[in-house]
């Protein structure tokens, strides 16, 4: 498969780009901000989503999606992030979906279908401290009646307080296992925090919460594949959702070095900026190849996916934060303020960098999956 | 099984027949790179017949025209070709300034007469190009340059000089920019094509930081080269000469990339040992290494995407500038490394253990990386152009 959308992709790319450049600009993240909305994202916005099927674009067609893959939920999060659009597509149509058409069974079948009809936000309940450490997951998970007693402390959950459905990571006798937990389950707990990008995200508190058997997303004790297919269409949908976010925020500073003067000149003749402006354009469009390859083995199922995709987290990672850099110091004093959208672009990377493993993280991994 | 599924099979085939074993072996200094040319020697028996059964199958260049030596292959059909190549670790039979720069130029450009004439025998590896653009006040600025042809009716006659000429002492052949209008700065160079071995051409090697010398100074007393000797048009030899930069800035991009999914990291941590943790020793340059390695895997990618494009008339005329200035810096990072991880035994310049100082020599030699076929400066000044349309760049 050559490493460009096909004419399919580019047919969505051009639906979706307008879509979301007129419905959710960054005006759109600015009124919910200045409102001090309390639901995270507009959820009206969301049912406009539905009418156009993205929710369910990767919940296979017999629950009712459209059965694509991580390429065209990679276009979504694309424009998602070039205007900043607060949403919760990537932690419910992808991380969500993911782990649920991964795992089959009972809880597939409940939610999948709620996904792809836009009624069900989920919320992934993974980190436990500061960093992105999944692999020492300390929340427990033991039997109890007929089905499993879940303690623990989880953060850093996007949409937790306003979550149909909670994907819980808990560690059981033999190994991980995933607990779809209800809204509504006694002895759960939400508190949201503002972060620095006016999204909202949860510390959750599991106090013997009590789920039945079947809450069990896939197998007990098995839950370590789902959860890194679930980690692997997060992450690489993450650093698509940068590659957006790094592209606005590059076109925007382009833009402003052709119409700002000083010293009698436009500052885009300064040979100072042109060439950290031209060094900028090709770590984005790297960046933007990498994700591309990611999305693509991902959606070969290829063993390679996996160190590609902690590849495209690092190198969107470094990209885009490159990109917000550049552009504030670009824009000068007027880079500073609250009323140009520069700003609001560096605040959503820096949460981004963090979710799902920051650039450290997965250099390290690249790392260790190399033997060394 | 689709028509691309059969035609990896068949290159799968005919590869396992024809590569000798010995070509499958990594390419260890120089002479195991075969350059072609009436005076190439070959290495051993294996080299010519490696090359001899690509050549007949037009592989040496598989997606020019059967007619020009190659094999007509569709970029879907040269990708397999090259990802079946590597799945062997096959050598290349032939590089050549004639297939990474003229060649495409001869394409693009070439009269059906010239391509006849001059493609074939690039194809199979008798005639060995050399590129003489750049002159001693003539860099980076190249649209200066002075070489001057004078109009003889028939004939110019060159006189002149060309700087870091490669490897122009072994070459049969020049493709040659030279002034024939100086009251025109762009529309006055003509593309020449001429025989090293023409009367008044001399060179005379000039020795690199490596401590090798595989350029020249190249100097032209009176040379007389035929009108029929050019490709293009008379004095519009700069659009042939930007056509073939882009070309060669897409060959030298490929440094970075080095080849297969090779951990830099993976390989030191094979050749030093490991801490009890399974992990290289010096938690700093285990960092670096890695950190390496994601731009190198990255730029993997980049290439795939850039070569997918590229052939298919996708990408933008300037993204080589990018491939380019991209992958020679990290080339050159890649070396640094080398250095380091190599620690003092990597400073040996002669030693037969370090093969007469090969990563020491190596290190240096990529350091030209970034200022051959265009410095990186001037890349970063073409995007911000071209690409970026910035203002008076
Ligand atoms: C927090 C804050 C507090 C401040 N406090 C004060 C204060 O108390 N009093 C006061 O008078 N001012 C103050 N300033 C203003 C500050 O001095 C200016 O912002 C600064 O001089 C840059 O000018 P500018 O914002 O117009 O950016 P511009 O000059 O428009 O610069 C935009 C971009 O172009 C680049 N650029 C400009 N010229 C060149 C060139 N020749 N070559 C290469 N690049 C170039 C700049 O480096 C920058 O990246 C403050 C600014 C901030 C952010
Ligand atoms: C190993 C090697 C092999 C080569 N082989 C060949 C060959 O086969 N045939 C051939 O014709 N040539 C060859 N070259 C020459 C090569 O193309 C030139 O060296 C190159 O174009 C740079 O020119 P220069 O050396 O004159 O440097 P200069 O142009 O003098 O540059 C000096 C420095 O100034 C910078 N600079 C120049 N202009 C600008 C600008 N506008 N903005 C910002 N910075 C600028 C450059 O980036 C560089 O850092 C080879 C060079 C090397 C090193």
Redesign the pocket.
């Known amino acids: 498969m050559p490493l460009y959308h096909n004419d399919d992709q580019a047919m969505l790319k051009d639906s979706v780009a307008p879509f979301v450049a007129e419905q959710a600009p960054v005006s759109h993240l600015r009124k919910l901000r200045d409102s001090a909305d309390a639901t995270g994202f507009s959820c009206d916005l969301w049912a406009q989503f539905t009418e156009m099927g993205l929710p369910g674009m990767l919940v296979p067609e017999e629950h009712g999606g459209l059965g694509m893959g991580h390429m065209e939920a990679g276009i979504v999060l694309e424009e998602i992030g070039r205007n900043l659009t607060p949403s919760p597509f990537l932690s419910t149509s992808v991380g969500a979906v993911a782990a649920l058409a991964k795992a089959g069974g009972t809880q597939a079948g409940r939610w999948l279908p709620a996904i792809a009809s836009g009624e069900a936000i989920i919320a992934l309940a993974i980190d436990e401290g500061a960093k992105h450490r999944p692999d020492r997951i300390a929340t427990t998970a033991t039997r109890a009646g007929n089905g499993f007693r879940l303690d623990g402390k989880k953060s850093f959950v996007l949409h937790g307080h306003v979550a149909d459905m909670s994907i819980v990571a808990a560690k059981t006798d033999g190994g991980i296992t995933l607990f779809a937990v209800p809204k509504d389950a006694k002895g759960l707990t939400a508190d949201p925090r503002r972060l620095v990008d006016s999204s909202l995200a949860s510390h959750v508190t599991l106090d013997g919460v009590e789920v039945d058997a079947d809450a069990v997303i896939g197998e007990v004790d098995a839950g370590g594949d789902i959860l890194d297919a679930l980690l692997a269409a997060t992450r690489t949908g993450a650093a698509a959702e940068m590659v957006g976010v790094g592209q606005g925020a590059m076109d925007m500073t382009v833009t402003y070095?052709k119409e700002?003067k000083?010293?009698g000149?436009l500052?885009g003749e300064?040979q100072?900026?042109q060439h950290r402006a031209a060094h900028l354009y090709g770590e984005m469009e790297v960046a933007r190849a990498t994700v591309m390859k990611a999305q693509q083995l991902l959606d070969e199922g290829s063993e390679g996916a996996k160190l590609m995709v902690s590849v495209a987290k690092a190198k969107a990672g470094r990209a885009a934060n490159l990109a917000v850099r550049e552009g504030v110091?670009?824009?000068?004093?007027?880079g500073?303020t609250d009323e140009y959208d520069i700003g609001l672009y560096m605040k959503r990377d820096r949460a981004l960098a963090e979710y799902m493993g920051d650039v450290h993280y997965h250099i390290d991994q690249v790392a260790r999956m190399n033997g060394y | 099984m689709s028509e691309l599924d059969a035609f990896r099979a068949e290159v799968r085939d005919w590869l396992e027949a024809n590569c000798p074993a010995e070509m499958r072996e990594p390419v260890r200094d120089e002479g195991d790179v075969c350059w072609g040319g009436r005076n190439w020697v070959f290495k051993n028996d294996a080299q010519k017949q490696w090359l001899e059964a690509c050549a007949a199958k037009g592989y040496t260049v598989p997606d020019w025209p059967k007619p020009y030596g190659g094999a007509g292959l569709t970029p879907e059909q040269t990708k397999i070709l090259k990802q079946e190549m590597k799945r062997i670790k096959a050598r290349s039979p032939l590089d050549s300034f004639g297939i990474w720069m003229l060649g495409p130029a001869l394409l693009q450009f070439g009269t059906e007469e010239q391509k006849v004439q001059y493609l074939n025998p690039i194809a199979r590896g008798e005639i060995r190009w050399c590129q003489g653009y750049s002159e001693p006040g003539s860099g980076s600025d190249l649209v200066s340059l002075q070489t001057f042809g004078e109009d003889k009716g028939d004939h110019w006659v060159v006189n002149g000089s060309k700087i870091w000429t490669s490897y122009a002492d072994k070459a049969d052949w020049i493709f040659c920019l030279v002034r024939t209008d100086k009251a025109n700065k762009y529309q006055g160079i003509t593309f020449m094509l001429f025989d090293m071995a023409s009367k008044g051409v001399t060179t005379k090697p000039i020795l690199l930081i490596s401590g090798n010398s595989p350029f020249c100074e190249t100097f032209f007393d009176d040379v007389e080269v035929p009108k029929t000797q050019f490709v293009g048009e008379v004095n519009r030899g700069w659009d042939v000469a930007k056509y073939l930069l882009g070309h060669e800035r897409e060959m030298i991009s490929g440094g970075g990339a080095g080849g297969d999914m090779v951990s830099i990291g993976g390989a030191f941590a094979k050749a030093f040992g490991k801490n009890a943790a399974g992990e290289l020793d010096d938690p700093i340059l285990r960092a670096e290494m890695a950190a390496f390695d994601v731009d190198v895997f990255a730029y993997r990618a980049m290439g795939e995407r850039f070569m997918d494009m590229w052939k298919t008339g996708r990408a933008h005329p300037a993204s080589s500038n990018m491939m380019k200035y991209v992958g020679t810096e990290l080339n050159k990072r890649r070396h640094e490394l080398v250095m380091s991880g190599g620690g003092s035994e990597a400073l040996e310049w002669d030693s037969e253990e370090t093969k007469g100082g090969a990563r020491a020599r190596g290190w240096l030699r990529t350091k030209a990386n970034s200022i051959e076929g265009g410095t990186s400066e001037v890349m970063l000044n073409v995007i911000a152009k071209r690409i970026l349309d910035l203002p008076g760049a």
Do not use: D
């Open positions: 070095l700002r000083q010293f000149k500052i300064f100072g900026l110091q670009m824009h000068g004093g007027i500073m």
